[in-house]
C-alpha cells in the first residue's frame, strides 16, 4: 500500500514540477511584458519631455493650439514643434478623478454599511448581485447615456443663458461640463467600492461586534466603531481599484466632460461646475488620429507615461496605506 | 452606414494586399505592383476603385494599401517608400519638393445647426466671424431664429477634415479656442442636433438630421458640390514624386478618366467632371 502511494507520488511531483515551472514562466513573462511597456511608452515619450523640461507640467498658452502646432510640424525632423504646457490637463484628471472618488467613497460606505447591517434579507437578495451588475457595465454605455441625456439636459436646461453669456468669449458651456462627468464617473466607480467593502464589512469576526455590543452600544456605533475600522484596508484597495478605473477612463469622459483643454475656474462660482475640462486619458483617445505624425505621437505617448507613473504611485500608495493600518486589522490577529 | 462601408472598404483592402499576390504567382514576377499609403479618408475609396480596377484589366497590375494619414502618405512617397502617398489635404509649402498632388476626387464639407434653427445662408466673412469667435450670439447671424450664446463643435487638431475646413473656410483665421471638440462627424452631428445654439461643420454624409446652411448663397448638396457651385469642398489626392509614370499612370487615368471609375467615386465622394 504504501508502495502503491510512493509510486503515485512520483508523477504527481513531476506534475506539480511542471505546473511550477510553467506558472513561473507565465507570472515571469507578464513581469517582462509590463517592463517592457514601461520602456517603450517612456522612449516613446522622451522627446516631448525633453524639449519642454519641467514647463511641460506647467501652465501657459492653450493646449489645443499646442496640439495642433505640434502636429502641423514641418517634414524636417530638425524643425519638429514640441511645445507643450500640459497643465489643464493634469489638473482636470485630478479634478475629475478626486471629486468623483470623494463622492463614491462616501456613498458606498453608506450603502455597503445598509447592505450589511441593516437591509432587510428580501432586500439584500436583490441588491446585491444588482451592485455586482451594476459594476461591470461598460462605461461606453453610462457614456452614451451621458451624451444623449444628461449633456443635452444640462446644456438646455441647467445652464442659463446669463451664465453663457458670463463667460462666452473665454469658453463655451454647451452641457458637456466636468459636473456630468464628475457625476457619471461616480455613478461608474461606486459599485465596485460597494462590492469590495461589503464583503470586507461581512469578512469582519462576528464576535467583534458582538463584543462591542455587550458593551452597550449600538449597531450603528459598533458597525462604524469595529467594523469600518477592521474594514479600512480593505476600504483603501477599493478607493485605489475606483481611482484607477477613474484615471484610466476616456471614452466616457470624453463623450461627457468636454473636448477643450480647459481649465475650470473655480472663482467662477456655481458656473465652475458646468465648464469643460478634458482629462488625459480622453485627450490620447480623441487625438489617436494624429498617431502618425511623429512629434504628435510622442506628445501622446508623453501623456499616456504621466497616466503610467500616476497608477503606479496609485497602487504603491495604497500599499503604504495598507501597512500603516496594519495593527488595527484582521490580519493583526 | 458609412463607417460600415469604409470597414467594409478596408477589409477588401486587406484581402487585395493578400489575395492578389497569391492568386497569381506565377505571373507576378512580371507584374508592376502599385504601393499607396497615406490618408484614412482616401484609403476606403482607394480600395474600392483598386478591386474594380483589378476586374477590369486582370493581371496587369498588384496594389498593396496602406493608411496611417495624409503627412504619412507625403512623407511615405517624397521617401520614394511608396509609388503613391494618398492625401486628403492640398499640397502645404512646408512638403518636399518635386512632389505631384494628382487630384482623384472631392469630398464637401457643410455647415450644420439645429433643426430648430434654419439659418437661411451664411458668407464666408460670417463663417470666419463664428467660428473665430468675435461673434458669439445668435443675434450677430442673420437669419437666425435663436437668440443666445452659439454653441461651436469642431473637430480634433489631428484630423483632417479641421485641416481642410481651416484652410476652406476660415484662412488666416484662428478656430474660437473654447469651442466643443468632437473625434468623429457623428459626434458633431449629434451634438449640434441636440443642442438648439449648435453649429458645426460635417462631411456631406452627415447632415440628415440636422439643417444645412446654405454656404455664399449655395445650398450644401451632391449636385451643387458636383457641379462646382459648392465652394466648401475639399480634394482627394493621390501624390506622386515626379509626374507619374508606367502602370501608376495608367492607375490615375483610369481613375480620373473611365466612366467606370466615376460612378464608384458617385456613391459617396464627387468625381472630379
Not at chain 1, 2 to 29: C, F, I, M, W, Y
Not at chain 1, 134 to 147: M, N
Not at chain 2, 7 to 15: D, V
Not at chain 2, 226 to 255: C, D, E, L
Amino acid at each position: 500500500m504504501s508502495n502503491h502511494g510512493s509510486h503515485n507520488a512520483k508523477p504527481k511531483d513531476r506534475t506539480d514540477q511542471r505546473a511550477e515551472v510553467a506558472l513561473g514562466a507565465l507570472a515571469s513573462a507578464v513581469l517582462l511584458l509590463i517592463a517592457f511597456m514601461i520602456v517603450f511608452v517612456f522612449s516613446k515619450a522622451w522627446p516631448s519631455f525633453a524639449h519642454n523640461g519641467l514647463a511641460w507640467f506647467g501652465g501657459g498658452g492653450n493646449v489645443d493650439e499646442q496640439l495642433s502646432n505640434i502636429f502641423n510640424s514641418p517634414a524636417n525632423p530638425a524643425d519638429y514643434v514640441y511645445t507643450m504646457h500640459a497643465w489643464p490637463l493634469l489638473y482636470a484628471t485630478a479634478l475629475i478623478t478626486g471629486v468623483s472618488l470623494l463622492l463614491a467613497t462616501t456613498i458606498s460606505l453608506l450603502s455597503a454599511m445598509f447592505i450589511v447591517e441593516f437591509a432587510p434579507d428580501a432586500m439584500r437578495r436583490v441588491l446585491q448581485p444588482v451592485v455586482r451588475l451594476l459594476a461591470a457595465v461598460p462605461s461606453v454605455i453610462y457614456g452614451l447615456i451621458g451624451v444623449l441625456v444628461l449633456v443635452p439636459f444640462v446644456g438646455n436646461q441647467v445652464i442659463t443663458a446669463g451664465q453663457k453669456e458670463s463667460v462666452q468669449y473665454v469658453i463655451q458651456l454647451d452641457g458637456t461640463s466636468i459636473l456630468v462627468g464628475i457625476l457619471v464617473l461616480t455613478v461608474m466607480i461606486t459599485p465596485i467600492m460597494v462590492a469590495i467593502v461589503t464583503d470586507a464589512l461581512r469578512a469582519v469576526p462576528r464576535s467583534w461586534t458582538e463584543g462591542a455590543a455587550a458593551l452597550g452600544v449600538n449597531r450603528w456605533r459598533a458597525l462604524r466603531t469595529v467594523g469600518l475600522r477592521a474594514a479600512r484596508p480593505a476600504i483603501v484597495a477599493a478607493a485605489v481599484l475606483a481611482t484607477a478605473r477613474a484615471l484610466g477612463e476616456a471614452i466616457m469622459l470624453s463623450m461627457v466632460s468636454g473636448s477643450v483643454a480647459f481649465a475650470p475656474n473655480p472663482l467662477d462660482g456655481v458656473t465652475f461646475f458646468v465648464e469643460p475640462a478634458r482629462t488625459l486619458a480622453a485627450t490620447v483617445v480623441d487625438n489617436a488620429e494624429g498617431l502618425s505624425v511623429k512629434p504628435f505621437g510622442q506628445t501622446i505617448y508623453a501623456f499616456a507615461a504621466i497616466l503610467l507613473i500616476s497608477s503606479f504611485f496609485l497602487s504603491f500608495a495604497g500599499w503604504v496605506a495598507r501597512q500603516s493600518m496594519r495593527k488595527y486589522t484582521l490580519q493583526a490577529r | 452606414m458609412k463607417n460600415r462601408l469604409r470597414k467594409g472598404a478596408l477589409l477588401s483592402a486587406l484581402a487585395l494586399v493578400v489575395a492578389v499576390p497569391a492568386a497569381v504567382p506565377a505571373a507576378a514576377a512580371a507584374k508592376a505592383t502599385i504601393t499607396m499609403s497615406g490618408s484614412t479618408s482616401v484609403a476606403p475609396l482607394a480600395a474600392l476603385l483598386a478591386r474594380k480596377y483589378l476586374s477590369v484589366c486582370r493581371h496587369c497590375v498588384n496594389f498593396k494599401l496602406l493608411q496611417g494619414g495624409s503627412d504619412i502618405g507625403v512623407a511615405d512617397v517624397a521617401a520614394g517608400r511608396v509609388t503613391i502617398g494618398n492625401s486628403s489635404r492640398d499640397p502645404k509649402p512646408s512638403d518636399p519638393g518635386g512632389l505631384v498632388f494628382n487630384k482623384i476626387a472631392h469630398d464637401a464639407i457643410c455647415l450644420i445647426t439645429n433643426r430648430a434653427n434654419p439659418v437661411p445662408g451664411i458668407d464666408q466673412a460670417g463663417v470666419k466671424a463664428v467660428f473665430g469667435g468675435s461673434v458669439r450670439s445668435w443675434s450677430g447671424v442673420p437669419g437666425s431664429t435663436q437668440s443666445g450664446t452659439i454653441d461651436l463643435f469642431v473637430r480634433t487638431p489631428a484630423s483632417g477634415t479641421q485641416d481642410a475646413f481651416q484652410k476652406i473656410f476660415m484662412g488666416t483665421t484662428k478656430i474660437f479656442s473654447g469651442a466643443g471638440q468632437k473625434a468623429s462627424n457623428g459626434l458633431i452631428e449629434q451634438a449640434v442636433q441636440s443642442d438648439p445654439n449648435g453649429m458645426g461643420y460635417v462631411s456631406l454624409f452627415f447632415t440628415r438630421n440636422v439643417n444645412v446652411i446654405p454656404y455664399q448663397g449655395v445650398p450644401c448638396t451632391l449636385r451643387n458640390a458636383k457641379s462646382g457651385q459648392y465652394t466648401g469642398v475639399r480634394n482627394f489626392y493621390m501624390v506622386t514624386r515626379g509626374p507619374a509614370a508606367g502602370a501608376a499612370k495608367r492607375w490615375i487615368n483610369w481613375i480620373t478618366h473611365t466612366k467606370a471609375a466615376s460612378k464608384i467615386i458617385a456613391t459617396q465622394w464627387v468625381p472630379l467632371s
